[in-house]
């Protein structure tokens, strides 16, 4: 599978959060999601983003996509304060969500009609459909894709519009684990390639070894930053590698998890 | 379609069990010749009975049953395949032939059943061979006042359900309205549109239009409100302007919502057209009816409601067949 998508992005976004703090209001009172979250983010950083189920860091991607505006606190941009979405920081979601009513190519086309390029940009579409192995599956409908395809799908409805800022909000957690190998890689090659920036939300501490620079770790909710680890190794890195094995145990231990699984 | 594909399956079966060896003779379609036996006795019956006063379509319904049974019998033998859409049926066809026998039995043949509100079949028959010219101008004069009324009915209303279900302030403004004005029945404006309107032609197209208008607009609305809103999160990150959103997002998801408003529209457009039509227009199928009632003509009544029936049924089947081709991506939906 080679393939790349258009000439690399100019650069990727730094991301910056500032004291960012969020709650919902719920039936049962205010539900605090977020607790005073400082982080920053190079330009073309690979940032994983590692905590327990419900503590916040679903919420935390959509206040950076600029889905949601955050209670306290600044989320920034190149240093610039976000006030809504743009099509320069794309967020691949938790679940698909393709429209049903759309083939797979029409999904994935979504945000080049939105902004007016679809025109002319087949060749794109393709190979976006290739990156993620569906150009048999082009005119399918999204009921006729097993979970893991309609997760494919989603992730070339987004990296097909060259996104600057790339989150991903877990987006191989329905792969089977050798999809999941080959995908992992191609996000690698993919994200040196182009040269954007990534922030990967993922409960899978082997898959943040394997791709991040830089791991923050979050607190059950609400979030609070724990820790934060760099990961030096050089890609492509290697599953088994001593040093990852090392890591992973020490991010276990602040997951909570100190005893040997 | 499908009972092609099951043939196929069937065919391959025996293939592969080899129980049929070499290509197999279509076996004949069982339930039609008896059918068909069913229509031929239909035939002898109103052939050789003869009827207790003389009518004058006997002859032809003898001809059209025989036509019938032919029909069947040769679809029954040498159709194979390509009519085997209509194998399910076998027993309505008998049904049918049966149905037909007893009403001239009881009717024409017996005089059991008094006239005139009994008619035989053959007087049916006549009508349509004798009054054609009055039902078929009466079906035009329908349509041309029904469909005008029903597509700027349903036109309105999905653009007012859009609206209200897609902006806060149209919300505001009209959902009260529709609450409070949409459940009274079209039928109830009648005084109003016909003393309102320049003519009755105009004032039936409001009512129809009104009948249209508000299930299309309630369901259109209320589709609109529901749609997911993680699709409208997808469409903004990926730079979907709100025209964007309304057209490429609200509105597709929207669609099934639409065409139940429509279907509904339709039957409550079928019952206020037919009330203006004998309340004031004078033309079309309901003042064909009333017409017919005036004169005691009972067989151009029913002749008059089996052409309804096979209209409006009609025009749900289109409707229905549109629905299936826009929504094709929608699977287990309402069938019809
Ligand atoms: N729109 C909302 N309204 C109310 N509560 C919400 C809303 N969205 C999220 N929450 C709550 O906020 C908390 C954090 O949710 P979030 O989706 O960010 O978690 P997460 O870290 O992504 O979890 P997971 O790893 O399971 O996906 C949860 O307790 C959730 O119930
Ligand atoms: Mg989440």
Redesign the pocket.
């Known amino acids: 599978m080679v393939t790349t998508l258009d000439a690399p992005v100019d650069q990727g976004l730094s991301i910056q959060t500032r004291g960012v703090g969020h709650w919902?209001?719920?039936k049962d009172g205010r539900?605090d999601?977020l607790d005073d979250v400082t982080i920053d983010v190079a330009p073309g950083e690979f940032v994983a983003l590692l905590?327990?189920?419900?503590?916040?860091?679903?919420?935390?991607?959509?206040l950076i996509a600029g889905l949601d505006a955050p209670r306290t606190g600044k989320v920034g941009a190149d240093k610039v304060r976000i006030v809504g979405p743009d099509p320069s920081r794309l967020l691949v979601f938790?679940d698909p969500t393709l429209y049903p009513w759309r083939t797979v190519r029409q999904n994935v086309a979504l945000g080049l009609e939105a902004t007016g390029q679809a025109k002319g940009a087949q060749d794109r579409i393709d190979r976006a459909l290739d990156l993620v192995g569906l150009r048999d599956f082009a005119g399918s409908l999204p009921n006729e894709l097993s979970g893991g395809m309609a997760q494919r799908a989603a992730l070339a409805r987004v990296l097909v519009n060259n996104p600057r800022l790339l989150l991903l909000?877990?987006p191989l957690g329905k792969l089977d684990s050798l999809t999941r190998m080959t995908l992992q890689a191609e996000l690698v090659r993919l994200w040196q390639d182009a040269r954007f920036t990534a922030l990967l939300?993922t409960?899978d501490v082997e898959e943040a070894l394997l791709l991040a620079e830089r791991i923050i770790i979050?607190s059950p909710?609400p979030?609070r930053i724990v820790r934060e680890i760099r990961v030096d190794a050089a890609y492509p890195r290697h599953r088994d590698a001593p040093e990852l094995q090392v890591l992973r145990r020490e991010i276990l231990v602040s997951l909570g998890h100190d005893h040997e699984l | 379609m499908n009972s092609l594909a099951e043939t196929n399956r069937f065919a391959s079966l025996a293939a592969i069990t080899g129980d049929r060896p070499g290509v197999a003779l279509p076996t004949p379609w069982r339930g039609g010749l008896a059918a068909a036996a069913a229509w031929a006795l239909t035939a002898a019956l109103t052939w050789a009975w003869p009827d207790l006063t003389p009518w004058v379509r006997t002859g032809l319904l003898a001809l059209l049953e025989t036509g019938v049974a032919l029909f069947l019998a040769g679809a029954a033998l040498l159709g194979g395949v390509r009519l085997a859409a209509i194998h399910p049926y076998d027993r309505w066809f008998g049904a049918l032939a049966a149905i037909l026998s007893l009403w001239q039995v009881l009717t024409a043949k017996t005089g059991l059943l008094p006239l005139p509100f009994f008619p035989p079949p053959q007087s049916i028959l006549e009508v349509y061979t004798d009054d054609a010219a009055r039902l078929f101008e009466s079906v035009w004069r329908s349509l041309v006042l029904l469909i005008p009324g029903y597509v700027i009915g349903g036109a309105l209303g999905f653009l007012a359900g859009v609206s209200i279900g897609w902006s806060k302030a149209a919300n505001y403004w009209g959902h009260p309205v529709l609450r409070f004005v949409g459940p009274l029945p079209a039928t109830a404006w009648l005084p109003i549109a016909f003393f309102f309107f320049p003519g009755s032609h105009s004032a039936s197209t409001f009512l129809v239009g009104l009948a249209t208008f508000f299930p299309v607009a309630v369901l259109t609305a209320s589709g609109v409100k529901g749609v997911n809103s993680a699709y409208y999160d997808i469409a903004r990150t990926l730079g979907g302007s709100e025209r964007f959103l309304i057209l490429k997002v609200a509105v597709p998801a929207a669609l099934p919502n639409v065409f139940v408003g429509l279907f509904m529209g339709l039957g409550s457009s079928f019952a206020v057209l037919i009330i203006a039509e004998m309340m004031g227009v004078k033309a079309g199928l309901g003042w064909y009816l009333q017409w017919a009632q005036g004169w005691a003509a009972y067989a151009n009544l029913y002749g008059a409601l089996i052409v309804m029936a096979l209209l409006f049924s009609g025009l749900i089947s289109l409707l229905f067949h549109v629905r299936d081709q826009v929504l094709a991506w929608q699977k287990g939906i309402v069938r019809w």
């Open positions: 919902f209001d719920t539900l999601v905590g327990p189920s419900g503590c916040g860091k679903s919420t935390l991607l959509r938790q909000d877990e939300v409960h979050f909710r979030a």
